[in-house]
Nanobody, 114 residues
């Protein structure tokens, strides 16, 4: 079973940027689609972005144009570059396959102040 460890979260002002990383315990080369998700307090976990092994990407409307997902199979790592952050982006961020079938990791907290 592949385990994912997310990092890179923190506190940032509105308009700022953060880069999240998701390191896998084993190779992700064979996993077709990897994704980033988030969960805000009192809300359901939502999908944000996904990337296939071929590099095709897809984004939720809420983050399109601001967030960029990428993957480095050699490093078994998936990234999420987040720009133009808004207070409503405040949430706990997770990575998983798309659709999600791995056990969820601890995630990383992103807090955007206004």
């Amino acid at each position: 079973q592949v385990q994912m460890v997310e990092s890179g979260g923190g506190l940032v002002q509105a308009g700022g940027s953060l880069r999240l990383s998701c390191a896998a315990s084993r190779s992700i080369r064979w996993i077709n689609a990897m994704g980033w998700y988030r969960q805000a307090p009192g809300k359901q976990r939502e999908w944000l972005a996904s990337i296939t092994s071929g590099g095709s990407t897809n984004y939720a409307d809420s983050v399109k144009g601001r967030f960029t997902i990428s993957r480095d199979n050699a490093k078994n790592t998936v990234y999420l570059q987040m720009n133009s952050l808004k207070p409503e982006d405040t949430a706990h961020y997770y990575c998983n396959t798309r659709p999600s079938w791995l056990e969820w990791g601890q995630g990383t907290q992103v807090t955007v102040s206004s």
